[in-house]
């Protein structure tokens, strides 16, 4: 199985069939991790950089490792916003990236838009880690890894999830991969926080999150940024705690197997309890480690690479 | 010197004229309209098949000058004015410094008259500083030569101090341009709110905040009995707005931009920086209001809003990018085409909103083809058909989301008080 295409920007244009070959592929590198040497040559010889313009040591981390365990090269560059200050466009500052013969180039902005335009300007694949309210399609994918693997299936699923849609690019990139599988999605947050016409993108909304919660199988919990208080979009931490945030009594409503999902880094005792947080049901460790395999797999396909070969790393290392 | 346009559809909408004449010219006024004119003496050109219409007004251009000299300077906007077909252009006053004071009027109306191209009206800006605090000396401003006042450079937040402009400007009877936006609502925002917005993950503004202000600020007019003209209309409720307030006899004018009944806010799609502009595109649902105010008059007159920006402004991230795009070159063609050939607005209608309307709203002596008017005069080619190039423009910007458009209709020629500034493209 390969995918043809160079970049990922999104799964707004992904078709159901890519994601499918791109969990296929996270699940024969996630078989790696259990082995001694969590490494293949797969992408020896290549050069990949992590061009991140927002601060972010997770999602980083998980890039970094995921092309180290793939033998690439990997460099790591934080531009701050003082650069553009001093002039330096955004433009500019990626064609210095390039110059260093980069492969791939993994890119975080607090802009939406910021990787479509780069995938214009310059020859690198480019890989979407989180753009502005855009989209963060590896995090998408990684939700998609870890509910089929718990649940063995995506399809017909009760998906419910809760918080700051409005600005979450992670929000958008799962509405698009799990509308795509065949989940049933609810979205759950106070109508300010529910960006106009969402609904056309195939998803129900919801404002009461008991009622949404019944029998659900997913409970998606996405994080809030506190600041979004002072703009008025809630009326305080407390109220949104109670009306929006996951605890015991909210989690006993849902599907007694139901999967309890964010994306990190948690507000604990905000969106979510810490009872919930660290029950039996939360996965929100799991998802951190698939986060890996699935990045593993998004910059091997990207590079061209096949899924069947990946037995044929077997016992190699460099 | 004398000079006769032979042979042309002459369509003069201020005195209801449309038919094959001829039109002569002596001494930079219109001497004579009329069938098979013969004068030994005059030059003559022969412009079958041509439209021979007022000189086109574009009432809200950006100079750009003094301030921003490598977006565009006087000089160079002029230029563009003439090869679009464009005989006046009247001038927004977010210049650096401020066109709040005496200065800065003097010094653009004087470039302008140096170029001896399009004629250059300046709009001073309304507060001082444009900050919304203070009004500007609006009488000495005028008096040196405004011939409007806008706060296009920032609108005006605070109600009182907008009553009061209101109230000091009706000694003048000029009218007060709002750019109409509570900035409160727009905040950090980026395109319009919508489902695009939604998908693009973008800030959007409410079209609300465009409507609440064009009703504030007729309210204060129709409260004061001043004239207000409501700049760049892009959303359905401005319309209704505008359209009730003037079945109320309130002295309401309207404009709305080319960019507006031609594209969506789908354009935003790619992230493209030129389809940045504030007001931003709306909806499909905004471009059928729009086609139907320009048909029955609610909206009064088409305006380009004609905004130059350089690479470093547009070349950036969509969130950092400068609002704004460029239309003096593009305004007629994209009219013709959306307009008249779609069949919206017949083509006297289309012309009088390009001259005849604006002229009468800024109180200009213009835009019309009048025994002893200024030959101010716009020939125009309707069935030209080419691709917008922006490589070749006059203006020193090219941010246009109208690059390669397939349009039809172009400026023939165009004439101001009647010297031939531009044929067939080229300035003379």
Same mark, same amino acid.
């Given at each position: &199985?390969?995918?043809?295409?160079?970049?990922?920007?999104?799964?707004?244009?992904?078709?159901?069939?890519?994601?499918?070959?791109?969990?296929?592929?996270?699940?024969?590198?996630?078989?790696?991790?259990?082995?001694? %040497?969590?490494?293949?040559?797969?992408?020896?010889?290549?050069?990949?950089?992590?061009?991140?313009?927002?601060?972010?040591?997770?999602?980083?981390?998980?890039?970094?490792?995921?092309?180290?365990? +793939?033998?690439?090269?990997?460099?790591?560059?934080?531009?701050?916003?003082?650069?553009?200050?001093?002039?330096?466009?955004?433009?500019?500052?990626?064609?210095?990236?390039?110059?260093?013969?980069?492969? &791939?180039?993994?890119?975080?902005?607090?802009?939406?838009?910021?990787?479509?335009?780069?995938?214009?300007?310059?020859?690198?694949?480019?890989?979407?880690?989180?753009?502005? &309210?855009?989209?963060?399609?590896?995090?998408?994918?990684?939700?998609?890894?870890?509910?089929?693997?718990?649940?063995?299936?995506?399809?017909?699923?009760?998906?419910?999830?809760?918080?700051? %849609?409005?600005?979450?690019?992670?929000?958008?990139?799962? %509405?698009?991969?799990?509308?795509?599988?065949?989940?049933?999605?609810?979205?759950?947050?106070?109508?300010?926080?529910?960006?106009?016409?969402?609904?056309?993108?195939?998803?129900?909304?919801?404002?009461?999150?008991?009622?949404?919660?019944?029998?659900?199988?997913?409970?998606?919990?996405?994080?809030?940024?506190?600041?979004?208080?002072?703009?008025?979009?809630?009326?305080? %931490?407390?109220?949104?705690?109670?009306?929006?945030?996951?605890?015991?009594?909210?989690?006993?409503?849902?599907?007694?197997?139901? +999967?309890?999902?964010?994306?990190?880094?948690?507000?604990?005792?905000?969106?979510?309890?810490?009872?919930?947080?660290?029950?039996?049901?939360?996965?929100?460790?799991?998802?951190?480690?698939?986060?890996?395999?699935?990045?593993?797999?998004?910059?091997?396909?990207?590079?061209?690479?096949?899924?069947?070969?990946?037995?044929?790393?077997?016992?190699?290392?460099? | 010197?004398?000079?006769?346009?032979?042979?042309?559809?002459?369509?003069?909408?201020?005195?209801?004229?449309?038919?094959?004449?001829?039109?002569?010219?002596?001494?930079?006024?219109?001497?004579?309209?009329?069938?098979?004119?013969?004068?030994?003496?005059?030059?003559?050109?022969?412009?079958?098949?041509?439209?021979?219409?007022?000189?086109?007004?574009?009432?809200?251009?950006?100079?750009?000058?003094?301030?921003?000299?490598?977006?565009?300077?006087?000089?160079?906007?002029?230029?563009?004015?003439?090869?679009?077909?464009?005989?006046?252009?009247?001038?927004?006053?977010?210049?650096?410094?401020?066109?709040?004071?005496?200065?800065?009027?003097?010094?653009?109306?004087?470039?302008?008259?140096?170029?001896?191209?399009?004629?250059?009206?300046?709009?001073?800006?309304?507060? $001082?500083?444009?900050?919304?605090?203070?009004?500007?000396?609006?009488?000495?401003?005028? $008096?040196?030569?405004?011939?409007?006042?806008?706060?296009?450079?920032?609108?005006?937040?605070?109600?009182?101090?907008?009553?009061?402009?209101?109230?000091?400007?009706?000694?003048?009877?000029?009218?007060?341009?709002?750019?109409?936006?509570?900035?409160?609502?727009?905040?950090?925002?980026?395109?319009?709110?919508?489902?695009?917005?939604?998908?693009?993950?973008?800030?959007?503004?409410?079209?609300?905040?465009?409507?609440?202000?064009?009703?504030?600020?007729?309210?204060?007019?129709?409260?004061?009995?001043?004239?207000?003209?409501?700049?760049?209309?892009?959303?359905?409720?401005?319309?209704?707005?505008?359209?009730?307030?003037? $079945?109320?006899?309130?002295?309401?004018?309207?404009?709305?931009?080319?960019?507006?009944?031609?594209?969506?806010?789908?354009?935003?799609?790619?992230?493209?920086?030129?389809?940045?502009?504030?007001?931003?595109?709306?909806?499909?649902?905004?471009?059928?209001?729009?086609?139907?105010?320009?048909?029955?008059?609610?909206?009064?007159?088409?305006?380009?809003?004609?905004?130059?920006?350089?690479?470093?402004?547009?070349?950036?991230?969509?969130?950092?990018?400068?609002?704004?795009?460029?239309?003096?070159?593009?305004?007629?063609?994209?009219?013709?085409?959306?307009?008249?050939? $779609?069949?919206?607005?017949?083509?006297?209608?289309?012309?009088?909103?390009?001259?005849?309307?604006?002229?009468?709203?800024?109180?200009?002596?213009?835009?019309?083809?009048?025994?002893?008017?200024?030959?101010?005069?716009?020939?125009?080619?309707?069935?030209?058909?080419?691709?917008?190039?922006?490589?070749?423009?006059?203006?020193?910007?090219?941010?246009?989301?109208?690059?390669?458009?397939?349009?039809?209709?172009?400026?023939?020629?165009?004439?101001?008080?009647?010297?031939?500034?531009?044929?067939?493209?080229?300035?003379?």
């Amino acid at each position: &199985m390969q995918v043809k295409r160079k970049h990922l920007i999104g799964l707004e244009d992904t078709t159901p069939e890519e994601i499918e070959t791109i969990l296929n592929t996270a699940g024969s590198f996630k078989s790696i991790f259990n082995r001694k %040497i969590k490494k293949v040559p797969a992408l020896r010889g290549h050069t990949v950089v992590n061009l991140f313009f927002e601060n972010s040591t997770r999602t980083r981390t998980s890039f970094e490792l995921a092309a180290k365990r +793939l033998s690439a090269d990997v460099i790591n560059f934080s531009v701050s916003t003082s650069s553009v200050a001093k002039g330096e466009t955004l433009i500019d500052t990626a064609r210095t990236i390039e110059s260093l013969e980069s492969d &791939m180039i993994v890119v975080r902005h607090s802009c939406s838009g910021v990787p479509l335009l780069l995938s214009k300007t310059l020859k690198s694949s480019i890989i979407n880690a989180g753009d502005g &309210m855009h989209e963060h399609p590896t995090q998408g994918l990684l939700d998609l890894f870890t509910i089929k693997e718990k649940k063995h299936k995506i399809k017909g699923l009760k998906i419910v999830m809760v918080g700051d %849609i409005a600005h979450s690019r992670v929000a958008r990139s799962n %509405i698009y991969g799990m509308t795509k599988m065949g989940a049933e999605l609810t979205l759950v947050a106070p109508p300010t926080l529910i960006p106009k016409d969402i609904e056309k993108l195939g998803v129900k909304v919801e404002y009461d999150l008991r009622k949404a919660a019944k029998n659900a199988d997913v409970l998606y919990m996405l994080r809030i940024q506190l600041e979004r208080q002072k703009r008025n979009l809630f009326p305080s %931490i407390r109220e949104f705690s109670l009306l929006y945030g996951m605890d015991e009594d909210k989690l006993r409503l849902a599907d007694k197997d139901a +999967l309890v999902m964010h994306p990190g880094p948690m507000n604990r005792g905000v969106e979510i309890s810490s009872e919930v947080a660290d029950s039996p049901q939360s996965v929100i460790n799991e998802q951190v480690t698939n986060g890996i395999a699935v990045r593993m797999a998004v910059l091997y396909l990207l590079s061209g690479g096949e899924t069947n070969e990946i037995d044929s790393f077997s016992g190699q290392s460099n | 010197m004398k000079l006769i346009l032979s042979a042309g559809r002459v369509i003069d909408p201020a005195n209801k004229v449309n038919d094959i004449l001829d039109l002569l010219i002596e001494d930079g006024k219109i001497k004579k309209v009329g069938k098979g004119i013969k004068d030994k003496d005059a030059e003559i050109i022969k412009v079958n098949g041509k439209i021979v219409a007022p000189g086109l007004i574009d009432m809200h251009v950006h100079l750009r000058e003094p301030g921003f000299e490598y977006k565009e300077t006087i000089a160079s906007g002029v230029r563009a004015a003439v090869k679009g077909g464009f005989t006046s252009v009247a001038c927004m006053p977010n210049t650096e410094p401020v066109m709040d004071n005496t200065a800065v009027v003097e010094l653009v109306i004087s470039k302008g008259k140096k170029e001896k191209l399009a004629n250059v009206f300046p709009i001073a800006s309304i507060s $001082k500083g444009a900050k919304g605090e203070e009004i500007s000396d609006i009488g000495m401003l005028i $008096k040196c030569g405004a011939i409007a006042l806008s706060d296009d450079a920032a609108p005006i937040m605070n109600a009182e101090i907008m009553r009061r402009a209101f109230e000091y400007i009706k000694q003048f009877d000029l009218p007060i341009i709002t750019h109409c936006e509570d900035k409160n609502m727009t905040a950090d925002c980026v395109m319009n709110e919508s489902f695009s917005s939604t998908v693009l993950g973008l800030r959007g503004m409410a079209s609300a905040a465009e409507s609440i202000m064009v009703y504030r600020n007729i309210a204060l007019a129709d409260y004061i009995g001043a004239p207000v003209h409501i700049a760049h209309v892009s959303c359905k409720e401005s319309v209704e707005i505008i359209r009730w307030a003037k $079945k109320q006899g309130i002295r309401v004018t309207a404009e709305t931009a080319p960019h507006y009944f031609c594209l969506t806010d789908a354009a935003v799609k790619n992230y493209d920086t030129n389809t940045k502009m504030n007001p931003p595109l709306r909806t499909a649902e905004d471009v059928l209001a729009l086609k139907a105010a320009l048909k029955d008059d609610t909206l009064d007159c088409i305006a380009s809003d004609h905004a130059p920006h350089g690479r470093t402004d547009k070349e950036l991230e969509f969130n950092y990018a400068a609002f704004g795009i460029i239309g003096l070159e593009t305004m007629l063609a994209l009219t013709l085409t959306e307009l008249v050939h $779609k069949k919206i607005l017949t083509l006297e209608k289309a012309i009088e909103k390009l001259s005849y309307s604006p002229a009468k709203i800024l109180r200009l002596n213009r835009g019309t083809l009048s025994l002893g008017a200024a030959a101010d005069i716009s020939v125009i080619d309707t069935e030209k058909e080419y691709t917008i190039d922006t490589g070749k423009f006059e203006s020193k910007s090219k941010n246009s989301p109208f690059n390669g458009w397939k349009v039809k209709g172009e400026a023939f020629m165009t004439i101001i008080d009647g010297n031939i500034k531009m044929k067939e493209g080229k300035i003379l």
